[in-house]
T-cell receptor
């Protein structure tokens, strides 16, 4: 069984640029959630995707957007990067309808904005 | 809305000594409770969970947590810690209904002293 994978591992961007982070969900999982973990903080919910549609959103501005593909993989896009966007971005997959509360996390993408 | 409080940001403990990591939560609805562990430079791993039934839950590596509804707490304990337990521990909750948004505490860094 393949776990949750994320790419890239690390990324450095300049303020104002755009970035795309990718996530492949665990085999059999149909729901993907994205979290932002700033240094020294707990993860904060960004949004969740189920059946290729956004299914809940946290307190993040519209410049944070996402996609889910038919194979349940997902992308997180961030436009107009700000210095405060520097963080570890975590993707988690789960299977809605069965143990929906069990989310399995990937290793994360560390984004640095300079 | 839910919130999670982990009062201890850092807990140093001697090897083979017992440890308790505290977690309190606030929620207007019933929630499921989780402890996640994050080893250095890694993503989150599910340590244990309380869904229903016995209020005492155990993990495979010797940790246990007890759900106390009256005190809205879910403290994590281990009778004898090892160097390998050095990590960041996050308490999290998710509501029974609605999207599976995990709300995390700010984490407790457990440092084991040889």
């Amino acid at each position: 069984e393949t776990g949750v994978t994320q790419s890239p591992t690390h990324l450095i961007k300049t303020r104002g640029q755009q970035v795309t982070l990718r996530c492949s969900s665990q085999s059999g999982h149909n729901t993907v959630s994205w979290y932002q973990q700033a240094l020294g903080q707990g993860p904060q919910f960004i949004f969740q995707y189920y059946r290729e549609e956004e299914n809940g959103r946290g307190n993040f501005p519209p410049r944070f957007s996402g996609l889910q593909f038919p194979n349940y993989s997902s992308e997180l896009n961030v436009n107009a990067l700000e210095l405060d966007d520097s963080a570890l971005y975590l993707c988690a997959s789960s299977k809605t309808g069965l143990n929906v509360y069990e989310q399995y996390f990937g290793p994360g993408t560390r984004l640095t904005v300079t | 809305a839910q919130s999670v409080t982990q009062l201890d940001s850092q807990v140093p403990v001697f090897e083979e000594a017992p440890v308790e990591l505290r977690c309190n939560y606030s929620s207007s609805v019933s929630v499921y409770l989780f402890w996640y562990v994050q080893y250095p430079n890694q993503g989150l791993q599910l340590l244990l969970k309380y869904l229903s039934g016995s209020t005492l839950v155990e993990s495979i590596n010797g940790f246990e947590a007890e759900f106390n509804k009256s005190q809205t707490s879910f403290h994590l304990r281990k009778p004898s810690v090892h160097i390998s337990d050095t990590a960041e521990y996050f308490c999290a909750v998710v509501p029974y209904f609605g999207n599976e948004k995990l709300t995390f505490g700010t984490g407790t860094r457990l440092t084991i002293i040889p």
